[in-house]
């Protein structure tokens, strides 16, 4: 069990045992829809993170009101 969700992400980092700085986001349906790998001297940017949950967020909520039609 151990290190399996960062093997499963292809982010272990074998030679140090350790993950390399990375973000994925999964929706309520269990489907990676965004991720981004890097070094430890990547810079994760917040702004992009938040356009693509808004991004997810606009599409259910377009989802939903074309289903209800």
């Known amino acids: ?4 969700a960062i093997r499963a992400y292809g982010v272990l ?3 140090r045992n350790v993950a390399y700085r990375s973000t994925f986001i999964v929706d309520r349906d269990g489907i990676l829809r965004w991720g981004q790998a ?3 001297e990547m810079v994760r940017e917040g702004t992009e993170i938040l ?4 991004l997810i967020g606009a599409l259910r ?4 009101t074309t289903q209800s039609s």
């Open 61 to 64: 909520r377009a989802r939903a």
């Open 38 to 40: 890097g070094d430890r």
């Open 51 to 54: 356009r693509v949950l808004d």
């Open 13 to 15: 980092d074998e030679d």
């Open 1 to 4: 069990m151990h290190r399996t």
